[in-house]
């Protein structure tokens, strides 16, 4: 592909994720959290931030994967370089694979690291890519970690996609053996399954960003761009974020995990923790707030964002995020029944 189909197809997967933005029904709506009516903290007493085995974040959000290479992206990667400034949290860039090929795009991911010198940021290639590239992809912008991005389903579905997965594992495996920084597996709205936890933590892989069904659909937005839009049965394909949040807590390992997709709300990223995510990545909900709404419209809106996490923590009891892994819930009907079948699968596979 040359450059310039490239930056089209960016832009095409900016307005596409805008396009097809929906602010409800995802599966948080079926996870009740239940309410303590006496507190025995207050609300100043809350310390939401989160300690990982590699860095520190002062709050349990970061600005999520979304974009780079094109002209438009470099500016929306400038505004959330702003925002993730402002509001002290991390951010992750989008795939970095046309600056590895044409430096002309190399400005488009740099941007963040000139607008947020001193914030954590994450770089971002696929599976496919080399392990000396992958170390390119971390220099670009001195990158705190490595967001690695598997992306079977899109790919498959991409009039253009790459076909050719039989190598992704070992090719995993020798970036996070070569390169500077820890390694996060990152799906991009299908979910992870237990079985594929498992796998890349028998190869040394530490964090996975599960990013479950029901925030940005990328089998949606590369059907929209087929010739005949033909593959519509595919959109609802995958786990969905609790559903990808059950598989993690049912193999019960130790290795970090990070949640994304379909999170619309304050509400929905306290249930992500309570579930057992240590921190929530929000891409498609920023992304509209600074379409819509502008730069410092957004950045208050994530502030509020935030400050309306540490309000639900104070209505549960939780001073902090181990707090918030011990409170009750309850799932509907059908979660319940997922869990259930789950369970009897995941036991009979890998304990």
Request: hydrophobic letters at 40%; proline letters at 3%.
């Amino acid at each position: 592909m040359d450059d310039s189909l490239r930056s089209i197809r960016k832009n095409e997967h900016i307005q596409l994720a805008l396009d097809t933005y929906q602010a409800t029904g995802t599966d948080f709506d079926k996870v009740q959290l239940i309410h303590q009516s006496i507190p025995s903290i207050n609300k100043n007493q809350i310390d939401l931030s989160v300690k990982l085995s590699h860095f520190t974040f002062k709050h349990p959000v970061y600005i999520n994967a979304m974009t780079g290479g094109s002209e438009r992206a470099a500016l929306i990667n400038k505004q959330l370089a702003q925002i993730a400034k402002a509001c002290q949290i991390p951010m992750a860039v989008g795939s970095t694979h046309s600056a590895l090929k044409d430096p002309n795009a190399e400005y488009s991911f740099t941007v963040v690291r000139e607008e947020n010198p001193d914030g954590i940021i994450f770089s971002n290639v696929g599976a496919d890519i080399g392990y000396k590239n992958a170390q390119k992809s971390i220099d670009l912008l001195q990158a705190d970690a490595l967001q690695i991005h598997v992306n079977a389903p899109q790919e498959l579905i991409m009039p253009e996609g790459d076909t050719e997965f039989e190598h992704w594992l070992t090719n995993i495996k020798e970036i996070k053996e070569h390169i500077s920084v820890p390694v996060i597996i990152k799906e991009v709205g299908f979910g992870m399954s237990a079985e594929t936890i498992q796998k890349v933590k028998n190869i040394g892989i530490q964090y996975v960003d599960v990013s479950g069904r029901g925030g940005t659909n990328f089998a949606d937005i590369e059907n929209q761009r087929r010739p005949l839009k033909d593959m519509a049965f595919l959109n609802m394909w995958g786990q969905s974020t609790v559903q990808s949040l059950i598989e993690a807590k049912l193999l019960a390992t130790d290795i970090h995990v990070l949640a994304s997709g379909g999170v619309k709300n304050p509400l929905d990223a306290i249930k992500c923790l309570v579930l057992g995510a240590e921190a929530v990545g929000l891409s498609g909900y920023v992304l509209k707030q600074l379409d819509e709404f502008g730069l410092e419209h957004t950045i208050d809106n994530m502030k509020q964002f935030i400050e309306q996490m540490y309000i639900i923590a104070n209505l549960l009891n939780a001073s902090k995020i181990s707090d918030l892994k011990a409170i009750d819930y309850v799932f509907s009907p059908d979660l319940q029944s997922y869990v259930d079948q789950r369970t009897k699968s995941i036991n009979d596979k890998l304990k």
